[in-house]
């Protein structure tokens, strides 16, 4: 008798700690992300400066460096084949 009535109230008990941790994370969340997201995205739009570079590149300008020369073999080509070998 004594054990269900305290099972069931354990149970009641972890039903409502549920519900309120879901409260409280969602009043945190929204607590969050309106001091935090909101001066820095009013920041940002304020800000003129483009911050996605989205248009084509100027005229004449190099869209692309090769860091590493390529590897050449005896010929002067590179290939796969080279690449593939471990000597």
Known sequence: ????????????WKGLAH????AQSWILMA????????????????DKRRRLDRGPPPPGAETYQCAVPPISSGAGTSDVG???RPW
Do not use: D, H, N
């Open 1 to 12: 008798m004594v054990l269900s009535l305290m099972k069931t109230l354990w149970r009641r």
């Open 19 to 22: 519900l309120l941790v879901k």
């Open 31 to 46: 607590v969050v992300y309106v001091f935090a997201m909101g001066p820095i995205s009013i920041f940002i739009k304020l």
């Open 82 to 84: 080279r690449a593939q």
